[in-house]
Nanobody, 125 residues
Framework: QVQLVESGGGLVQAGGSLRLSCATS????????MGWFRQAPGREREWVAS????????YYEDSVKGRFTISRDVAKNTVSLQMNSLKPDDTAVYYCATARRGVYCSGSEPSYNNWGQGTQVTVSS
C-alpha cells in the first residue's frame, strides 16, 4: 500500500496563498506520475494538476492555470502545489494521488489508484 502524507491546508483570505505538500516513498516518487485533486462540498472530486515522474510534463485544469504551480522535490520525495491568488471557489478538500504504473501524466481520476487523506483549504471572501 502506497502511503501519501499531505500537509499545508488552512484558512486564507481571497487573494492569498497556500502551499500544499504530499510526501511519499522514494520508490513511488521516482516511478509514478502524481496529481492533485479537490472536492468542494456538494460537488464531485475534480482534477487540479498533474506532474509526471520526471517533472518533464505538467498539466493544469483551466481554472487554476497561472495561479497554481505543481512541482517535485527530489530530495524530499515530495510533490507540492503552490496556490496563489486564491479565490473562494478554490475552497475544497485537496487530495494528492499517485497514478497507476505506466500512466505517463493524466488528468483522469481512474488513472490514479492511491490517495492521500485530504487536506482542507478554505478561502474566505
Amino acid at each position: 500500500q502506497v502511503q501519501l502524507v499531505e500537509s499545508g491546508g488552512g484558512l486564507v483570505q481571497a487573494g492569498g496563498s497556500l502551499r500544499l505538500s504530499c510526501a511519499t516513498s522514494k520508490a513511488t516518487f521516482s516511478s509514478h506520475a502524481m496529481g492533485w485533486f479537490r472536492q468542494a462540498p456538494g460537488r464531485e472530486r475534480e482534477w487540479v494538476a498533474s506532474i509526471n515522474w520526471s517533472g518533464g510534463s505538467i498539466y493544469y485544469e483551466d481554472s487554476v492555470k497561472g495561479r497554481f504551480t505543481i512541482s517535485r522535490d527530489v530530495a524530499k520525495n515530495t510533490v507540492s502545489l503552490q496556490m496563489n491568488s486564491l479565490k473562494p471557489d478554490d475552497t475544497a478538500v485537496y487530495y494528492c494521488a499517485t497514478a497507476r504504473r505506466g500512466v505517463y501524466c493524466s488528468g483522469s481520476e481512474p488513472s490514479y489508484n492511491n490517495w492521500g487523506q485530504g487536506t482542507q483549504v478554505t478561502v474566505s471572501s
